[in-house]
Structure formats: structure tokens, C-alpha cells
């Protein structure tokens, strides 16, 4: 069974750092494009970052001082600093065998998102 578990989301104060897992099973990770999207409240799920299966990341702009991605053999993770009240929502990760980082298109697997409130 095809299967994407984010964790690490959690409750920080303005300013302060998480950083997001999204671990894999059922399929191979590596293979996969990956990318981080959210879902602010009232508002529509938008991309924040991703990485291709080379290696190449695209971020917002808005968060690309801020957060970095990466991957290893095991997830893909999410480091995110200097956070804001309006980066508050679920985070959730998708993996798209289409090895180009895009928001554009077409991702199979999702997971069931993690919670991230950032407090002011």
C-alpha cells in the first residue's frame, strides 16, 4: 500500500523552527518528485516547496529565505525558520513520479498533512 506520513508539525511562537518530515512506504522515494504544499484556514492549498529525484528544488518566494528542503534515503523534510503567524495551516507532502519540481502538475500519492500554528 502506497503510503506518504508527514510529522513534525506542532505549535511555535513568531520566529521560532520546525522542521517537517514526510517518510514513505509502498514505493520508492527516491524516484518521486516530492513537494511540500499547504492549506492556510479559508484559504486554497497552494505549493510551498519541492524537490525533483536529482535533486532540484524550487521554493515560493515568499519562503525562500526561510525554509529549506532536503532528502535522504529515508524522507524528505522540511526545515522551516523564522516563522510567521500567516505560515500557519496543514502541511502536506505528494510525490509525483514526473521528475520535474513543479506545483503544475499531476501528484499521485498524498499524505494526511501535518498541523503547524505559528503563534504571534
Known amino acids: 500500500q502506497v503510503q506518504l506520513v508527514e510529522s513534525g508539525g506542532g505549535l511555535v511562537q513568531f520566529g521560532g523552527s520546525l522542521r517537517l518530515s514526510c517518510a514513505a512506504s509502498?514505493?520508492?522515494?527516491?524516484?518521486?518528485?516530492i513537494a511540500w504544499f499547504r492549506q492556510a484556514p479559508g484559504k486554497e492549498r497552494e505549493g510551498v516547496s519541492c524537490?525533483?529525484?536529482?535533486?532540484k528544488t524550487m521554493y515560493v518566494d515568499s519562503m525562500k529565505e526561510r525554509f529549506t528542503i532536503s532528502r535522504d534515503n529515508v524522507g524528505v523534510y522540511l526545515q522551516m525558520n523564522r516563522l510567521k503567524p500567516e505560515d500557519t495551516g496543514i502541511y502536506y507532502c505528494?510525490?509525483?513520479?514526473?521528475?520535474?519540481?513543479?506545483?503544475?502538475?499531476?501528484?499521485?500519492?498524498w499524505g494526511q498533512g501535518t498541523q503547524v500554528t505559528v503563534s504571534s
Open positions: 505528494a510525490g509525483s513520479r514526473i521528475a520535474l519540481c513543479s506545483f503544475e502538475h499531476r501528484y499521485e500519492h
Open positions: 509502498g514505493f520508492i522515494l527516491n524516484d518521486h518528485t
Open positions: 524537490i525533483s529525484p536529482g535533486g
